[in-house]
């Protein structure tokens, strides 16, 4: 599928396979969300525009490379995407923060906006949002309508588990926004939760049942 990442690295595999297992503590699924996001924001940055500079090494003049083009920004969907925030600074430590807090309303499956706060130069920045579960794809296809509202033109999506239905919604809405998802399952339950995916990743990370 076009514009659709699934990283296949075997430390984001096995993280992803002691995230699933419901044996798994809060400590350890915490752990594991920040370890793999960290994992995950290598790929994703992959092509980040780089522009050559002379560096002066004890030694001699090196021309070598550092980013360039627009800063970054990250915006996890509150509140399961925080679990994916540490992961993310811990390799791109200049990017600010917004945050957008949703929920899926349990009835409709609709996504209600609780919340906002972006950076004042948000529409100045490249963001990843960022969500480990990908479900229906409401929350995701809100957030990014939002973001692009804000004047955001290159928004890419981050996210742990994603299930069929949720990236052919998101693509649908915002084909612009390609995906990059450790695992790609195998669909929704009447629920609309993955099969196999993880469970509730907010109740997992925060301990809240
Ligand atoms: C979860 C998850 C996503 C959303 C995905 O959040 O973190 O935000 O569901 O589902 P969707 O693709 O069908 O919209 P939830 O609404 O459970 O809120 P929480 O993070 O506060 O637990
Ligand atoms: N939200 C979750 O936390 N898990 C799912 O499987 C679906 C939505």
Do not use: W
């Amino acid at each position: 599928m076009e514009n659709l990442f699934v990283f296949d690295h075997p430390l984001i595999q096995h993280k992803i396979s002691l995230m699933r297992d419901k044996h798994t503590s809060t400590k350890e699924f915490r752990e594991l969300a920040s370890e793999t996001s960290m994992l995950m924001a290598y790929e994703v940055t992959r092509d980040l525009p780089v522009e050559e500079v002379e560096i002066e090494t004890p030694i001699a003049i090196a021309k070598t490379k550092v980013l360039s083009g627009k800063k970054l920004a990250i915006v996890p969907i509150l509140r399961a995407g925080l679990g994916m925030v540490d992961g993310m600074l811990s390799l791109i430590p200049m990017a600010k923060v917004g945050h957008i807090g949703l929920y899926r309303d349990p009835e409709t499956l609709e996504a209600i906006e609780y919340y906002c706060k972006l950076p004042e130069d948000i529409a100045d920045r490249d963001v990843i949002v960022l969500d480990p579960m990908l479900a229906t794809g409401g929350s995701a296809i809100a957030a990014v309508s939002f973001l692009k509202d804000k004047g955001i033109t290159n928004i890419r999506y981050m996210c742990l588990i994603a299930a069929p239905e949720g990236v052919n919604a998101l693509h649908d809405s915002h084909p612009d926004v390609p995906i990059f998802c450790a695992a790609l399952d195998e669909k929704l339950n009447e629920n609309a939760y993955i099969i196999p995916g993880l469970g509730d990743a907010g109740d997992r990370l925060f301990g809240t049942k």
